[in-house]
Every structure is written in structure tokens, then in C-alpha cells.
């Protein structure tokens, strides 16, 4: 090694570790702001200002959030394969400010909203006022979905799994982004929500469009300390030979698996790039691709460890499916919860709060309880399990479906005690802290399993597919907004033909107290605690993967 690459080296070796993560963190909690804001009080501008009924408007968000998430599938593709993560953030925030900035100007001027005709609700109508509303929702998608995408696994990227301080570190970053993220997101459903619900709908707009601004300036300002890896094989090749292992597999499916997989094919190259992967006994029917055959034979040989990514992949599969049922729970709340508190007593004492800022009890919960987790569970935990995270990365997502399971039975209780009070009295309904029971416990479920599954996910991937992979968590809660959607249009179709002699669904119409949101909510608990039965078995079956001598990654500046 030349002494310019020595120092350069060097250089590099002090770059990364939590001083580049606090960049990261800053910009979490800048971004988050308005976006868990946006994303908690959209319903009712959806309702107040565009004239969606309850059902279009529940649908609405959680089509919004569900290509949001969906399209981090996007950013995490992009910052594999052409762009680092750092470029990637900054590229997908450009799209992010000018949706944000178009949902400002279409708040801003009347003549881009919808007029009330004879009382009955009617979205928005007219070419400019459409192409404004959709254009404004798409950019936030594809902005805020990229930025996910990337975004994690650059925080990631700043600790060296194979040092053992670094990998305690590694732990710890995703309980700090998810902090970070939660106490943004705190100021966002207060601050911007007051702002935008008793002021001016653009004036919160504008400020989510103004600190979201400042974060990306700070997020680039870090780039001096960032490890920033550079671009690799794209994800998609690689799943091409995913494929191409299967079908080798398939050819050489009548030859006979060896009694021992060392005799299987591996390069054995010390300086061969290429990512190791230790061998698994699972779905050993792939090993037949890695089998040695003889010289002249048409059959190709594969290496132990893309058989092995083949393997990763396929296990994955079934613990991204097992999520998505909880991401529906939890879509509730931004949704028909918010809809709940808007026709709840709001004062606390002499001060009226916000519907939609009552979401920042689960924010507030997660601000306190992260902490301890961090610096008494996981301490604790390290000493009986000598895991670094304190426990296994999918024993944490299981407490989170466990209690997002409660969350919703909870749920259904408030809802038949605000509507039988509503009944008696509807000039007294109940306080609306009575939703702080289901926030409170939704919001410690997704502390255990969203950060559970983030270090999962990176931790199980191939090193070249991280953001993708990432990405998963990201797919498991669009996923599961999507889904809301169809269980509130397929819910009300059935109940609908049932329900005689009304003829009305469970949650149709414009008005809760003639719904029977309490039956929806106990469904939603139903099938969580039926997920959760398959959910162990997928769990009990997954093996980590184990991991043998990787090459150092390609970093550049």
C-alpha cells in the first residue's frame, strides 16, 4: 500500500461511528416534522377542505402513506445500484420540498379548492385544482419513499459489523433514528398540527415545507464525515441469478446431495470481492446448484453463497408477509382514530387541543421508553442472551405484533363507550384522551417491531442489496395501508348486504355515530392474533444467516 493510499485509508477510518450519525439524526427529526404531521392530520384536511366523505377520505391518506412506503422500493434500487445513499437522500428531497411546496400553493388559494354544492360532499373538481391536489400527493410519495429507501442503511453504513464495539453501536443506531424520528414527529402533531388546524392549513404546510428544507441542508452539510459506500451490483442482476441458481438446481436435480456441504463449490480467493455467506441446511434442494460435477459436463457451477442469497431471500419472504397485518392496525390510527377524536370532548382544562395532535401520546410514550430500553432492557438482556440488541431482531418484532393485537381489542372498547356516551348525551361526549389507551399501546408496538424489523433487514441482506432489502420494512407497511383500504371497501360491501334492515356498512357514510367502527377495530384484532400464530411458526423456522470472512466494503468520498 502506497502512503497516499495509507492516509487515505486512515481518512477514511475516521470517518462513520455515531459524530457522522448525528447528522442523520438531526435530519430524522427535521424531516419527520412535518411528515408524521402531514401524514396525522391529512384526513381532515381531506374532509374540511376538500369535501371527501369519512371513507374517501380514510382511503385517500392511506393510499397517500401506502406509495410512500412502497416507493422506498425505488430509492433503496437507485442508491444499491447508480448513486451512494448520501446523493440518493439529497436527489428524492428535491421532489420531496416541491410537493410539500404545491401542497402549500393548493392550501393557500380558494379558487384551487372545492365548492360545497346544496350541503353534499364533493371532491375536488376542475383541471388546475386536480393537477395541482395530485401532483402535490404524488411528488410527496416519491420524494418522502426515496428518501426512506436510502436513508437507513446510510446511518448503517457508519458502523463495521466485524467490530465488535461497532456492532453494539449498530444496535443502538436504530433505536436513536427511531427516537429521532418519534421526537421530531412530537413536534410535527403539535406545533404544525395547532398550526395548520386552528390557523391556516398553508401555514402548516409551509413550516413542514421550511424544516424539512433545513434538514436536508444539515443531512448535506455531513457529508465530510459519512462513510459513503459506493455503488455495486445492481439488485436486480442480482435477482436474475437467483433465478439462474434456482434453475441450475433444477437441471442438476438428479444428481445426489453430498453427506457433507463442505465438498460444495466456493471460491476460495482471499481477495476475491465477492461476499461470503456461511452455509445453511435449509432448503437444501438449492445446494444442487453448487454441486461440484465433472470436467466436460454442460452443468454450471454456483457458489455456495449465492445459493445461500437464494436461501436469505426466500426466508424473508414469509416475516415481510407477517408484518403487514400490524401496519393495518396501525394505519387506523391516522385514519378513522383521528376521525374519532374530532367528535370528542378536545379540552384539556381550559386548552383546546387538536384532533389530530393526539397522536402524539404513542410519540411521547416512545420518547420515554426507548431510552429505557436502550439503557435497561438491552444491558440487562446482553448478559443472559450475550446478544448485542439484548434480544433476536425477530423476538422484537413478535412483542410489537403481540401488542398491536391489543391495541386494536382496546380500540374497539373506546369506541362503544364514545358512542354509547354520545347517545345519551351528545352535547358531553367523552374526553378524547380516552384514545390514548390504543395510541399508547400502538405506539410501543411499533417501537419493538419497526426498528426490530429495520436490523433485520439490513443485518440478513446481502451486502449489495441493503437499501433494498431495507426497503422491506417499508413494503410491509405499505402493504399494510393498502390493505387498510381494502378492508374498509370490502368490510362495508359485506356488512352491507347483511345489515337489514339499514342496508349500511360497518364504517359508511359521514357520520361515526351511525357506524359500527367498534366491530371493524375487534376484526382488525381477530386476524392480528391469528398473524401472530403464523407469525411463530415463520420465526421458529427462520435461520440467521451466518457469516464468514466479507471483503472490505468499496467506500468512496
Known sequence: MTQEEDKASLSNNQKGGFRASM?????????NMGFIANTDSMVLYFIDVMNFDVPSASNTLTNLAGSTFLLSLVGGFVSDTYLNRLHTVLLFG?????GLALLTIQARYESLHPEYCGGKSRSVEGGIAVLMLYASLILLALGSGGVRGALVVLGADQFDQKDPEEAKGLATFFNWLRLSTVMGGAVGVTAIVWVSTTKKWYWGFFISTVVASAGYVVLAAGKPF???????????????????????????????????????????????????????NQFRFLDKAAIVVPEGSEAAICRVSQVEEVKILIRMLPILGSTIIMNTCSAQLQTFSVQQGNIMDLHLGSLEVPAASVPVIPLVFTCILLPAYEFLFVPFARKITHHPSGITQLQRVGVGLVLSAISMAVAGIVEVKRRDQTKKDIGNPISVFWLS????????????????????????????????????????????????SVFVDLINAITKRVAAPSRKGWIEGTNLNDNNLNLFYWFLAILSCLNFINYLFWASWYKYKAEEDHPQPNYSN
Not at 23 to 31: D, K, P, R, V
Not at 452 to 475: D, H, I, N, Q, V
Open 94 to 98: 428535491i421532489l420531496e420540498i416541491l
Open 437 to 484: 389507551f390504543q395510541y399508547g399501546i400502538s405506539g410501543i408496538a411499533d417501537m419493538f417491531t419497526l426498528v426490530g424489523m429495520l436490523e433485520f433487514f439490513y443485518k440478513e441482506a446481502p451486502a449489495c442489496m441493503r437499501s433494498l432489502s431495507t426497503s422491506f420494512t417499508y413494503l410491509s407497511l405499505s402493504f399494510g395501508y393498502f390493505l387498510s
Open 226 to 280: 459519512f462513510r459513503l459506500q459506493a455503488p455495486g451490483e445492481s439488485p436486480i442482476l442480482r435477482i436474475a441469478k437467483a433465478i439462474t441458481v434456482i434453475g441450475w438446481a433444477i437441471k442438476n436435480r438428479k444428481l445426489p446431495l453430498p453427506d457433507k456441504p463442505e465438498v460444495l463449490y466456493e471460491n476460495d480467493d482471499k481477495e476475491s470481492t465477492e461476499e461470503k455467506i456461511g452455509y445453511t
Open 23 to 31: 447528522f442523520i439524526f438531526a435530519f430524522s427529526a427535521l424531516e
